[in-house]
């Protein structure tokens, strides 16, 4: 399991409410149109994929790949959220992504020698 | 450019102070100059960010096309007389509000039928209104047409029909449509009230029939409904082989000069022209008409033998500018073309100059496309119509190229390029650089206002064999149109790449202020944002629009009219947004800006339209400055 993926997930989570938000509401000015949709699915891609980062046991390579689509489904849905003038949604992506990279490139803390 | 804003800032700056109430606002261009300039002053842009949502009605009357009924378009402009809100409905209802808050005060139901017979939508542009200025029942009346060519009167005080008005409060105009029976007159523009006399067109579907109903214009008696006279746009030897030539939008009149200024669409079929090679020269033009005869005072025809479908869209502007010491009574009339033509409204006289200038020619089968167009140079046209966009990079990248392609593949000589079996790039298109919403002038300044579309499309003459095959015919503004009896169909569509992207550089419109006095632009800046998918534009690439502007005697443009369904305040100086508000479809409507007891109101329309894009709604929503 790695912990380090759970703030992502949460991030992914409040995207798809946020993404959801926006394709069903009137009032966001891009309710039902295709973009939105985009950026729900991109928001629950991102989610699933963090999940399954966080606990499916995956080697090197897998895990790499993995964590690389999570990246390019955020930094996309952001954009998705930037230009649907979703803007939180754009935030709370991009917060995702970086998220991301703090869980794949940030070292490990080592563990104390007894 | 700042140079070129130092006398537009000045003028604003030393308008004298008016008395600041917008008491009337009593036809579709708030009033029968078509200046559509409101003088209130408490809107300024300093404050015009405070604006609060007064109130906001849903009419129920609205249909996405998915159900039974056709999709509905609307843009009606409210219409503020007799202390009431009143609004004609695409179900075609009348609905008479409180200004203040929105309550229903009465309705009134046409019981028309929701069938779309001309139009590919039910469509509406409100309702007209008449005072007789005597007391008691229908001496005030609120008129409704709709699409089955009936006119309604009733009562402004209680939604009742008003007896003496034709058959029971009912005219059929259709009693006069004698000539063919191709379509019936659909009334979807209010008519224009010129005294004791409506003053009516119509609209019908010109893209299907090569012969069809002769336009004309009726002056009907707003008490009786007797028609007063008729006057004809075709010459009687060329309605057996065409047709229309009709007046579909609304008009402006000066009651000083007993004159009405209609404008005047392109004859049938709207793409090919060789069933009427003989001049028609009412079409395609700005004609004044003496109100009590009908006789044609003069004519000015923009464009001659119209084979673009580049009808006069709009009413002219009225307006008296001030030249070497002179007051100059003017009008001003805006075009599908981009082209703004300033003449003398008393004689016709082009007050800047026009010029013939020649133009290619066409290589359609009987077909012999005018060799000259009259260009008007100042003030400049919108948009620069001469040289279409060019290719946009990005568009052509993500297509592999296909704009590209398509830039070498079909026509393209300039403005006024012909239809062809080839393919010809139509620029402007075919709805325009302007189309209904026309301009608006500050009178006190004699600058004008002016939101206008950047849209390349592409039309194809299809040989008639070919054509029956295909077996098209979306009749709307975009698609397959039979042109029945020439030897072409048509298609017709905006040059986009197969995954939608538009072909040409951005912007695909903007919003533009003149000195009228000089012809000077003052400035052209991007307006709105476009959409494609839910996905925004970025602000510098616009927004295509259908409707007005209101400038307002503070100094601020109130404007819908963007595919991104935001209405608009602008700073009339510089044309700078300075607030917005997001409405449920695009408010392709003018709005209304009055005063009602004490309090100054915008109200906008937000009814939509699929030339924009396919979101309709019903909303009509008011919006004052919040309560200190």
């Not at chain 1, 993404?19 to 985009?38: E, K």
């Not at chain 2, 075609?92 to 139901?109: H, K």
């Not at chain 2, 191709?182 to 299907?208: C, E, H, I, R, Y």
Request: hydrophobic fraction near 45%; charge should be negative; charged fraction near 15%.
């Amino acid at each position: 399991m790695r912990k380090r993926h759970f703030p992502v997930i949460v991030l992914g989570a409040i995207g798809i409410a946020l993404a959801a938000y926006a394709y069903i509401s009137s009032d966001t000015g891009v309710a039902g149109t295709t973009g939105a949709l985009l950026a729900l699915i991109g928001a629950v891609a991102v989610t699933a994929g963090s999940f399954l980062a966080a606990f499916a046991r995956l080697d090197g390579f897998l895990f790499g790949t993995l964590a690389f689509l999570i990246a390019l489904g955020a930094v996309l849905t952001a954009l998705a959220g930037y230009f649907l003038m979703q803007y939180v949604l754009a935030i709370v992506m991009a917060l995702a992504f970086a998220g991301l990279l703090v869980a794949v490139f940030l070292p490990a803390p080592q563990r104390r020698q007894i | 450019m700042t140079h070129a804003l130092c006398p537009l800032i000045a003028a604003l700056c030393l308008a004298a102070p008016a008395a600041a109430d917008q008491l009337r606002w009593d036809t579709f261009n708030g009033d029968l100059a078509n200046t559509k300039f409101a003088d209130v002053e408490s809107f300024t842009p300093a404050n015009v960010t405070e604006l609060e949502r007064a109130w906001e009605v849903h009419t129920g009357d609205v249909s996405d096309g998915s159900g039974d009924l056709p999709p509905t378009v609307w843009s009606a402009t409210p219409i503020y007389a007799n202390e009431t809100l009143y609004l004609g409905t695409p179900f075609y209802r009348i609905l008479a509000l409180d200004p203040a808050t929105g309550a229903e005060r009465w309705s009134y139901d046409s019981q028309s039928t929701l069938e779309a017979l001309t139009q590919p939508a039910l469509k509406n542009r409100g309702v007209a209104y008449w005072e007789s200025g005597q007391t008691g029942p229908c001496e005030k009346r609120v008129y409704l047409g709709t699409m089955d060519a009936e006119l309604h009167a009733v009562d402004a005080d209680t939604g009742e029909r008003c007896a003496e008005f034709a058959q029971g409060g009912v005219l059929n105009v259709n009693q006069w449509n004698t000539v063919n029976d191709k379509f019936p007159f659909s009334l979807l523009q209010p008519p224009t009230v010129v005294g004791d006399t409506l003053m009516l067109g119509w609209a019908g579907n010109d893209w299907a029939y090569s012969v069809a109903p002769p336009g004309n214009l009726m002056a009907i008696d707003a008490r009786t409904g007797a028609l007063k006279w008729d006057l004809a746009f075709i010459p009687d030897a060329l309605i057996p082989v065409t047709g229309t030539a009709n007046i579909w939008t609304s008009m402006s009149a000066d009651p000083e000069l007993g004159l009405v200024y209609v404008p005047v669409s392109s004859p049938s079929p709207n793409y090919w022209g060789g069933n009427r090679t003989d001049p028609i020269p009412l079409a395609t033009s700005v004609t004044a008409v003496d109100v009590e005869t009908g006789e044609v005072r003069w004519s000015q025809q923009i464009v001659r033998h119209d084979i673009w479908d580049y009808d006069t869209p709009s009413a002219a502007t009225l307006v008296d500018i001030e030249r070497d010491g002179q007051t100059i009574p003017a009008l001003v009339q805006t075009t599908k073309m981009g082209f703004i033509f300033v003449l003398n409204r008393e004689t016709g006289e082009p007050i800047f100059p026009i010029e013939d200038r020649p133009v290619p020619a066409s290589d359609a089968e009987g077909e012999v496309a005018s060799p000259t167009q009259p260009f008007v140079l100042t003030p400049p046209p919108t948009n620069d119509p001469f040289e279409m966009p060019d290719v946009w990079g990005f568009a052509d990248a993500v297509s592999f190229g296909q704009c590209s392609r398509e830039r070498d593949q079909y026509r393209y000589e300039g403005i006024y390029t012909p239809p062809s079996v080839q393919g010809t790039f139509l620029f402007p298109g075919t709805a325009g650089a302007n189309n209904w919403g026309g301009a608006s002038v500050d009178p006190r300044t004699g600058i004008l206002y002016v939101n206008s579309m950047r849209v390349v499309q592409i039309i194809r003459l299809i040989p008639r064999e070919e054509y029956e095959q295909i077996n098209g015919g979306s009749g709307n503004e975009a698609g397959f149109y039979p042109q029945e009896g020439a030897p072409y169909g048509i298609e017709l569509r905006e040059w986009r790449t197969d995954l939608g992207l538009p072909c040409w550089e951005p912007p695909y419109g903007t919003f533009s202020a003149f000195d009228l006095a000089t012809g000077e632009r003052l400035y052209e800046v991007p307006f709105g944002l476009s959409q494609q998918w839910g996905f925004y534009g970025l602000t510098d690439w616009g927004s295509p629009t259908l409707g007005g502007p209101v400038v307002t005697a503070g100094g601020v443009v109130f404007i819908g009219a963007s595919m991104d369904a935001r209405v608009r305040a602008l700073d009339a100086a510089t044309g700078t947004e300075l607030w917005s508000d997001l409405v449920d479809a695009p408010s392709v409507a003018i709005p209304a800006v009055f005063t009602h007891e004490g309090v100054d109101y915008v109200v906008f329309v937000a009814g939509g339209n699929s030339i924009l894009k396919p979101q309709v709604s019903d909303q009509v929503v008011a919006y004052r400055l919040g309560q200190p």
